[in-house]
């Protein structure tokens, strides 16, 4: 029960301040510049351009297809986070509209600051298990069927259309290219968020001190996986070791790789993701 509270309670307040970091980003940046930035609020944004209507309230009524997609494709349980999600964000932009001040500056520093905001409130919902519906959930479901494609470059995919039918309701060729700024930032954030706190580095050892070395990276601690290998030119079999490391421990295992042979062979590759034991837990759908 403890545990089931501590998530909750952490699902709440990723769920409450993501809210209203995207509602400062369409209310502030975004909405009072005439930019469109994709998915149901850019095109909730387009709706309020031409009839007036509040951009959190459209963004219900066009998350509606899409939510019996979600439980169609997953299951009602599964949809509860992102329809709170949805439900707090659009309330959270309504709300906030007459007492969030509007910027009408510099019209790259609201597509700076209208992506920057806008990616970190959409991770810190997607890191908890939600979305805020629209295109948000239909990448989310899109993950589900091509897992090796980052969340946010499917947000890029499926956003153009939106994007480009804002040149035509504002009337502006600008409009759509600080879009796209919005929305590579927007991204770009959300896989840092998701992607950047997971990543690593992986170390390929190629020594003739391996036991000497793997004792001491065991002391670290962290986890040490041989692999068998035969070189192509001597024919002969050697022990690879295989070490998935942070990046700020990537020093300390090269000082112990130098230690013991400093004519060791290393190749470190990048890691986009490491979960499980001893990295960042893997977090279960409720």
Known sequence: MESKTARLLTDSICFLFGSLLFACSVNIFTAPNGIAPGGITGAATLIQAISGAPIGVMSIVLNVPLFLWGIKARSAKAMVKSAV??????????????LLPAYRGDGMLVAIFGGVLSGAGLALIFLRGGTTGGTDLAASLLARRFPHMPVGRLLILIDMPIVLLSALVFHSIESPMYAIIVIYLTSKVIDGVLYGADSGKLLYIFSKENERIKREILQLPRGVTELYARGSYTGRDFEVLLVAVRRAEVYRVRQIILSADPNAFVIAAE???????????LIPED
């Open 271 to 281: 890691a986009s993701q490491i979960v499980g034991e001893g990295f960042t837990p």
């Open 85 to 98: 999600a949805v439900v707090l964000v659009s309330a959270a932009i309504d709300l906030t509209a007459p």
